[in-house]
T-cell receptor, first 114, second 109 residues
Framework: GAGVSQSPSNKVTEKGKDVELRCDPI?????LYWYRQSLGQGLEFLIY????????KSGLPSDRFSAERTGGSVSTLTIQRTQQEDSAVYLC????????????FGSGTQLSVL | KNEVEQSPQNLTAQEGEFITINCSYS?????LHWLQQHPGGGIVSLFM???GKKKHGRLIATINIQEKHSSLHITASHPRDSAVYIC???????????FGKGTRLSVIA
């Protein structure tokens, strides 16, 4: 596609439910990042995929959060047993070769946990 | 203390003014990004710097590796420049980006 695509754009869920957020990076981009931005806060790193290397999961806030990237392309971020503090905009970004390359961001998924 | 500090946190300018946003970092870095986040939330990568200076239109970014400091300048500012500007550092250890908290710029006509 022409840009990084994220879906859904908005997700409202009840506390305790699981949610899946999807990111379609730009074709050919080997690096993929997940970030989140809580209301009024800065960007927070969650997880980083680079090619076939093991992902860097150091930013995941709890074991309720997991992510996978299938075939080096599409990525899914899963949040289990959602909590109200998980409410945020979840952003995906991709680049050609890693953090030293220009980043391209998706428009984000606004997650609201009621 | 955040590894990446930006100043000012908020900035209001009159249209046409020259604007400078500063970013200081405490880690050794291999690259630094400047990002722009519009009120609708979309984020655009403006520059990626590892040394020297880059220019794109009315935007100029500089970095001084020895002083661990980068600046983003906007010449002839315009209300459409109103956004949050974020710097993000890639440490020399190649861990993913560390973000500053952003500078909220409002340019008034």
């Amino acid at each position: 596609g022409a840009g990084v695509s994220q879906s859904p754009s908005n997700k409202v869920t009840e506390k305790g439910k699981d949610v899946e957020l999807r990111c379609d990076p730009i074709s050919g981009h080997t690096a993929l990042y997940w970030y989140r931005q809580s209301l009024g806060q800065g960007l927070e790193f969650l997880i980083y995929f680079q090619g076939n290397s093991a992902p860097d999961k150091s930013g995941l806030p709890s074991d309720r959060f997991s992510a996978e990237r299938t075939g080096g392309s599409v990525s899914t971020l899963t949040i289990q047993r959602t909590q109200q503090e998980d409410s945020a905009v979840y952003l995906c970004a991709s680049s050609y070769g890693g953090s030293v390359e220009k980043l391209f961001f998706g428009s984000g998924t606004q997650l609201s946990v009621l | 203390k955040n590894e990446v500090e930006q100043s000012p946190q908020n900035l209001t300018a009159q249209e046409g003014e020259f604007i400078t946003i500063n970013c200081s970092y405490s880690v050794g870095i291999s690259a630094l990004h400047w990002l722009q986040q519009h009120p609708g939330g979309g984020i655009v990568s403006l520059f990626m710097l590892s040394s020297g200076k880059k220019k794109h239109g009315r935007l100029i970014a500089t970095i001084n590796i020895q002083e661990k400091h980068s600046s983003l300048h906007i010449t002839a500012s315009h209300p459409r420049d109103s956004a949050v500007y974020i710097c993000a550092a890639l440490s020399s250890g190649n861990t993913p980006l560390v973000f500053g908290k952003g500078t909220r710029l409002s340019v008034i006509a």
